[in-house]
T-cell receptor, first 111, second 117 residues
Framework: DAKTTQPPSMDCAEGRAANLPCNHSTISGNEYVYWYRQIHSQGPQYIIHGLKNNETNEMASLIITEDRKSSTLILPHATLRDTAVYYCIVRGKAAGNKLTFGGGTRVLVKP | GAVVSQHPSWVICKSGTSVKIECRSLDFQATTMFWYRQFPKQSLMLMATSNEGSKATYEQGVEKDKFLINHASLTLSTLTVTSAHPEDSSFYIC?????????????FGPGTRLTVL
């Protein structure tokens, strides 16, 4: 699976949109971009995934660039409960659908 | 939907004993489940892939005789840590794979914190 690069940490203000970047320049055509988050001492929570089109659900929006080499997860109105480590993962069937977790981005939402 | 449970949520055991952790998909069937381990301040590391009705596939460096995996039904996988030692103390997390909308998505359990004394 393609490697991803995320900033190690970022702060954002409560009530504002949080934009989390992810680079995946070696992504191949059949690999999906997945986002999970892990709140302290809990299992990861699925957020959203996409292939090439932008996606939106009740939790977040995923914007994938046209060349698919990067993406941005958008939390529209961050709350204190959104404080977590956010993982961007590229996953493809070639690797048996495994998820490889990197370091993620530690997001701190401040009041 | 897509709820995965784990039991127990935490366990403390003596060195040399065995511990079984259960992972259940509550509202969907999962032919494939995964087991991860997470040490403090580190990311999740995949230990093994559990397939219903067949042997688990272990990642490199994971001892299959020490970490026994059984996936006897479409909603239950178990991980048994045999002859546990203090270095096995960790946060063990399972996930279950659900097919929806043409793609497989992993949903994670809440994790089991194992402490070996």
């Amino acid at each position: 699976d393609a490697k991803t690069t995320q900033p190690p940490s970022m702060d954002c203000a409560e009530g504002r949109a949080a934009n989390l970047p992810c680079n995946h320049s070696t992504i191949s055509g059949n690999e999906y971009v997945y986002w999970y988050r892990q709140i302290h001492s809990q299992g990861p929570q699925y957020i959203i995934h996409g292939l090439k089109n932008n996606e939106t659900n009740e939790m977040a929006s995923l914007i994938i660039t046209e060349d698919r080499k990067s993406s941005t997860l958008i939390l529209p109105h961050a709350t204190l409960r959104d404080t977590a480590v956010y993982y961007c993962i590229v996953r493809g069937k070639a690797a048996g659908n495994k998820l490889t977790f990197g370091g993620g981005t530690r997001v701190l939402v401040k009041p | 939907g897509a709820v995965v449970s784990q039991h127990p949520s935490w366990v403390i055991c003596k060195s040399g004993t065995s511990v079984k952790i259960e992972c259940r998909s509550l509202d969907f069937q999962a032919t494939t489940m995964f087991w991860y381990r997470q040490f403090p301040k580190q990311s999740l590391m995949l230990m093994a892939t559990s397939n219903e009705g067949s042997k688990a596939t272990y990642e490199q460096g994971v001892e299959k005789d020490k970490f026994l995996i059984n996936h006897a039904s479409l909603t239950l996988s178990t991980l048994t840590v045999t002859s546990a030692h203090p270095e096995d103390s960790s946060f063990y997390i399972c996930s279950a794979q659900r097919l929806a909308g043409g793609t497989d998505t992993q949903y994670f359990g809440p994790g089991t914190r194992l402490t070996v004394l």
